[in-house]
């Protein structure tokens, strides 16, 4: 496996800041990726689904990327979204990571179509093998979240590909089905990484083996979650719960509507970025969830700098 311990820890799953009239706010994400870089965030993985990669035309895919890593400027590695659930624009996106610069990919199984086994394995084995061609041994992340995609990644076919496509060198899993994620941490092969889709599971996983975190809530709180992610990998759980357990109702809160409009209202309500746009067909919170995101920012000992 390549390149592994580049991606262990926290990557921070970017939002992309828009402003009022919803163009790309690109100072604010140029402020926002030094910001994570100095709270301590591991990588940055810019147009994923936090940084609602759907409702980006390829061209401002290929600007939000291009900012993140010129912004970083080697100081942390970027994962760079590359996901879609068309092969074609999925081996695209990733072309457009290895031109500017980002040091792997992450890519989703595929959305809406609800491809079989084989056609998972045809579609990231498509991509890898486009990848490869590009750029020998440019790693590839897999990332397996049935509850947004409507088809679930089974341990079976995570390792087959993982056998198979040299340059995927692992799954940010979010199913949420633990049986499934402990086999993959059972067979998986020396260095292939599991990390976490799911904020709340970052300490459990870790515990049986996990690797990390792709993390919504260190948009919000990036030195509280790389203090409790490195301390579990440490070996130091005592520190770690004492940290999820303070941080837990952020966690859960951040779903209380679709991802990423509530984290997008919490940064607002932070200071990190200056308005919670995001775009259709998402919606602003509601009044009644707002109170909600103020009240339990509130509980964890934060400070709002902004009005709700």
């Known amino acids: 496996m390549k390149n592994t311990k580049l991606f262990r820890g926290v990557g921070v799953a970017l939002v992309t800041p828009f402003k009022n009239d919803g163009s790309i706010d690109e100072a604010s994400l140029e402020r926002l990726v030094d910001f994570q870089i100095e709270e301590g965030t591991t990588f940055l993985v810019p147009c994923g689904t936090t940084g609602e990669n759907p409702a980006l035309s390829q061209e401002e895919h290929r600007r939000v990327v291009e900012i993140v890593v010129r912004r970083a400027k080697g100081r942390v590695p970027v994962l760079a979204g590359a996901g879609s659930n068309s092969t074609q624009k999925a081996i695209e ?63 079976a076919t995570t390792l087959q590909i993982a056998r198979e496509v040299p340059n995927v060198i692992g799954v940010k899993e979010a199913s949420g089905n633990m049986d499934q994620i402990l086999t993959i941490l059972r067979e998986r092969q020396d260095g292939f990484l599991m990390i976490s889709g799911d904020d709340a599971w970052t300490v459990p996983l870790i515990a049986v083996g996990g690797d990390g975190i792709i993390s919504v809530a260190a948009n919000e709180i990036p030195r509280w979650m790389s203090e409790m992610t490195n301390a579990a990998l440490k070996g130091d759980f005592e520190t770690a719960r004492a940290v999820h357990n303070r941080i837990l109702p952020l966690m859960a809160g951040n779903f209380i509507e679709s991802s990423p409009i509530p984290v997008k209202a919490a940064m607002k309500m932070l200071g990190i970025i200056p308005n919670d746009t995001v775009r259709s067909p998402l919606a602003p919170i509601t009044d009644a969830n707002r109170k909600k995101l103020e009240a339990i920012l509130r509980e964890c000992g934060l400070k709002l700098k902004a009005a709700a």
């Open 93 to 155: 996106l990733a072309m457009i990571a290895i031109e500017l610069g980002a040091d792997a990919v992450l890519t989703i199984t595929p959305y809406y179509n609800k491809p079989t086994p084989d056609g998972l394995r045809r579609h990231f084995g498509l991509q890898a093998e486009a990848i490869e061609k590009k750029r020998a041994g440019f790693p590839m992340i897999m990332y397996n979240v049935p509850g947004r995609t409507g088809v679930n990644m089974t341990a």
